[in-house]
């Protein structure tokens, strides 16, 4: 099946702590995104890549880094420079600028 | 900078009662305006992409519509897994980047 794989669903840490969620796909897609989505708000851009090698900041980008060593993944790290880091992260991908395919998201809880 | 808005925040429906959701958008230049499905806790579900005024698309109960200022996601005839978030997003002329509103919770009760 091909898709979009993000672990862990649920992840829980301390305050100080960088954390680096995953994201994995298996669609042969060129771009990938990463989101932040806060309760009843829309969602918004963190990071997003287009080729490998190469990434822009997004809205929000403060607080967060990126990596795009291999076209199938897209790693976020969640540093302690991010003021309010309790959020649903969620990563997608696509194919140039076609529609966006998300994966199941990652709770991050920082307490 | 791109805007969306969508109306109403939260709609509540009894099952077989047709309802509409809007989406409002300002942007330079459309390249695609996309409606998305969320469940609680899941990630979005792509439904529908829409490139040009007039255009429309349908898939099962669910009518997409679009003008220059604002997409309809008309529900006819909703049934209650029909329940979901509903996102509407923008892609504008700068590039790849997606402009999301903030959703409408649909609530159908049988």
């Known amino acids: 099946d091909g898709g979009i794989t993000q672990s862990p669903k649920y992840l829980f840490r301390k305050e100080g702590q960088n954390v680096t969620l995953s994201c994995e796909q298996n669609?042969?897609?060129?771009?990938m995104y990463w989101y932040r989505q806060d309760p009843g708000q829309g969602l918004r851009l963190i990071y997003y890549s287009q080729i490998v090698n190469d990434f822009q900041k997004g809205d929000i980008a403060e607080g967060y880094s990126v990596s795009r060593e291999k076209k199938e993944s897209f790693p976020l790290t969640v540093t302690s420079a991010q003021k309010n880091p309790t959020a649903f992260y969620l990563c997608a991908s696509s194919e140039n600028t076609y529609e966006q395919y998300f994966g199941p998201g990652t709770r991050l809880t920082v307490t | 900078e791109d805007q969306v808005t969508q109306s109403p925040e939260a709609l509540r429906l009894q099952e077989g009662e047709s309802s509409s959701l809007n989406c409002s958008y300002t942007v330079s230049g459309l390249r695609g305006l996309f409606w998305y499905r969320q469940d609680p806790g899941k990630g979005p579900e792509f439904l529908f992409t829409l490139y040009s005024a007039g255009e429309e698309k349908e898939k099962e109960r669910l009518k997409a519509t679009l003008t220059k200022k604002e997409s309809f996601l008309h529900i006819t005839a909703p049934k209650p897994e029909d329940s979901a978030t509903y996102l509407c997003?923008?892609?504008?002329?700068?590039?790849?980047?997606?402009?999301f509103g903030g959703g409408t919770r649909v609530l159908v009760k049988p």
């Open positions: 669609l042969n897609h060129d771009a």
């Open positions: 997003a923008v892609q504008g002329a700068a590039g790849n980047k997606l402009t």
